[in-house]
C-alpha cells in the first residue's frame, strides 16, 4: 500500500500539480526557504529540506494550528484522531464547532479538510458512485501524521500576514516561494480574491533582498504588475480546487511563475 507522504491536506489552490515544475526553479544556494502563503505546503513538503532554515506561514490560523500540532503533539493528535468515524453526522457536529483544545480543534479541521468535497471543508465529501473508488481509510492518517511531524521538525511555523512575514526573514540568502491568492477566481478564509492587495504584495516583493518565486493566474492585471521580472506561462488541469466553476473541471488552467532571479534557462532545461 502506498500512501501519499509528500502532503497532508489538499487544499484550495495548493501546488499538486505544479509542484514539480516549481521545485526545478528553486536555487540550490539558498540559506532559508520562506513560503509567506503556505497553504497545504505542497511545495514545502516535496523535498525533505530545502534550506538550513525554513518558514512555513499562513494568515489562516486554522492551518498553523494544524501543523503546530503535528510538529509538537503527533501522539495526541493520532491518538485523538483513533475516536473518530467517517460519518456525515460527526462532519456536521464539527462544522458546527465542538472544539475545547488545540489539539481537538486541530483533528476536527483536518477532518472536515480532508472529508469535505474539494478540500473546502464544508460539504460532506461522499464517493462517487461512478469513480468505483473506496471510502477513505482512517488508518493511513497516523502513518500521514507520523511523515508530516519528521519533515516539519527542523520549520519554523508562523501565522502572520505575508509583509512582516516577508520583511521579518527577509536577507540576501532567502528564497520567498509565494503562493497568493489568485487575482480571480475563488479566495480564502482570511481574505476573498476581492480583498486580497495585490499592490501591497507587489511592493514588499519588489524591494526584498533576497529572490522571490511567485505564482499566480494568468491575468492581464499579473502581467502588468509584474512587468520587467522574468515570467514562464504555465498550463496544467484545472481541478475543483480552483472552483472556476464546474464546467471548467477537466479544462486546461494558465498560471504564471514570475521571479527577480533568472527562470526561463531553468525551466527551459527542466523541459527537455
Ligand atoms: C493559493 S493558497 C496557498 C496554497 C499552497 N501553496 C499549497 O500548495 O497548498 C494561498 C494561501 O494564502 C493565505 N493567505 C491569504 N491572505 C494572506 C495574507 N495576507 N498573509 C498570509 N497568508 C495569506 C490563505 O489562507 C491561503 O492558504
Not at 195 to 218: I, P, Q, T, W
Not at 245 to 258: D, S
Request: one cysteine or more; hydrophobic letters at 35%.
Amino acid at each position: 500500500m502506498t500512501i501519499d507522504r509528500k502532503c497532508l491536506i489538499n487544499w484550495v489552490g495548493g501546488k499538486r500539480l505544479l509542484r514539480k515544475t516549481i521545485a526545478k526553479l528553486i536555487p540550490e544556494d539558498i540559506k532559508s526557504y520562506i513560503e509567506p502563503f503556505g497553504g497545504g505546503g505542497w511545495v514545502l513538503f516535496y523535498k525533505d529540506k530545502w534550506a538550513d532554515l525554513e518558514v512555513y506561514n499562513d494568515l489562516d490560523g486554522r492551518l498553523v494550528n494544524l501543523f503546530r500540532i503535528v510538529k509538537y503533539h503527533p501522539n495526541a493528535f493520532i491518538e485523538e484522531w483513533r475516536h473518530l468515524l467517517g460519518s456525515r453526522e460527526m462532519f456536521l457536529q464539527f462544522l458546527n464547532g465542538t472544539f475545547i483544545t488545540d489539539i481537538q480543534k486541530a483533528v476536527q479541521f483536518y477532518f472536515l479538510i480532508t472529508r469535505s468535497f474539494g478540500g473546502r471543508g464544508d460539504t460532506f465529501g461522499t464517493v462517487k458512485k461512478t469513480s468505483g473508488g473506496a471510502c477513505k481509510s482512517l488508518h493511513n492518517v497516523p502513518k500521514k501524521i507520523e511523515a508530516i511531524h519528521e519533515r516539519l521538525d527542523t520549520v519554523m511555523i508562523e501565522g502572520r500576514d505575508f509583509e512582516k512575514l516577508i520583511n521579518q526573514y527577509d536577507h540576501e540568502g532567502a528564497f520567498f516561494y509565494c503562493d497568493p491568492p489568485y487575482s480571480r477566481g475563488c479566495g480564502y478564509v482570511v481574505t476573498s480574491t476581492k480583498d486580497f492587495d495585490h499592490e501591497r504584495l507587489r511592493e514588499v516583493l519588489g524591494a526584498v533582498k533576497g529572490r522571490f518565486l511567485l505564482s499566480y493566474d494568468d491575468s492581464p492585471k499579473i502581467r502588468e504588475l509584474y512587468k520587467g521580472f522574468e515570467m514562464i506561462a504555465v498550463e496544467r488541469l484545472n481541478g475543483i480546487n480552483n472552483r472556476e466553476g464546474v464546467e471548467n473541471r477537466n479544462k486546461m488552467f494558465k498560471e504564471l511563475l514570475i521571479a527577480n532571479y533568472p527562470i526561463k534557462e531553468l525551466y527551459e532545461r527542466e523541459a527537455d
